[in-house]
T-cell receptor, first 110, second 112 residues
Framework: DVKVTQSSRYLVKRTGEKVFLECVQD?????MFWYRQDPGLGLRLIYF???????EKGDIPEGYSVSREKKERFSLILESASTNQTSMYLC?????????FGSGTQLSVL | SQKIEQNSEALNIQEGKTATLTCNYT??????LQWYRQDPGRGPVFLLL?????KEKRKERLKVTFDTTLKQSLFHITASQPADSATYLC???????????FGSGTRLLVRP
């Protein structure tokens, strides 16, 4: 079974802090994704990576950056956290047409 | 503008009945459409995929239809069980893109 692991289930940070969300997959997938999920808005794509060191902006990249130094790890960085970045963050990796998601990180920015 | 629409209201049905969820889209020409299940506090889990040249796909108690003329997919769960209670998301994949675009999901509640 594919396993996508996100480092934290719950995270509480203060406004202005730099926040790192980590995601690791164990199936050697090339494509990895970061989404955020908000009530009524569904999943929105922040960034994706199609290979090591390769990244593309999704639909809502503002305020975020990413890092993919190794194939198995894709990190989402909030350079200066703001309250409107309070959300559920979901990482996924792709195998053919399917996405495999992690359990998500519920981030609260106070 | 491009949109994927799923019923925002929860669907509440009696155990044993068939649940039917709808996914409508505008201004997309997807290569295929997928359905995912999401339980509270968890990530979505892939259920079924249907390609643009397929009309219907089945997997155990699940059935998906795809009408590219109507721009609509229907997702059916037959003989529904309380364990089927969850949020169901549809998602579109365009051939020219790496992106999977999701609807906001419909919550299904199956009463015992």
């Amino acid at each position: 079974d594919v396993k996508v692991t996100q480092s934290s289930r719950y995270l509480v940070k203060r406004t202005g802090e730099k926040v790192f969300l980590e995601c690791v997959q164990d199936m050697d997938h090339e494509n990895m994704f970061w989404y955020r999920q908000d009530p009524g808005l569904g999943l929105r794509l922040i960034y994706f990576s199609y290979d090591v060191k390769m990244k593309e902006k999704g639909d809502i990249p503002e305020g975020y950056s990413v890092s993919r130094e190794k194939k198995e790890r894709f990190s989402l960085i909030l350079e200066s956290a703001s309250t409107n970045q309070t959300s559920m963050y979901l990482c996924a990796s792709r195998s053919y047409e399917k996405l495999f998601f992690g359990s998500g990180t519920q981030l609260s920015v106070l | 503008s491009q949109k994927i629409e799923q019923n925002s209201e929860a669907l509440n049905i009696q155990e044993g009945k068939t649940a039917t969820l709808t996914c409508n889209y505008t201004n997309y020409s997807p290569a295929y459409l997928q359905w995912y299940r999401q339980d509270p506090g968890r990530g979505p889990v892939f259920l079924l995929l249907i390609r643009e040249n397929e009309k219907e796909k089945r997997k155990e108690r699940l059935k998906v239809t795809f009408d590219t003329t109507l721009k609509q997919s229907l997702f059916h769960i037959t003989a529904s069980q309380p364990a089927d209670s969850a949020t169901y998301l549809c998602a579109l994949w365009m051939d020219s893109s790496y992106k999977l675009i999701f609807g906001s999901g419909t919550r299904l509640l199956v009463r015992p």
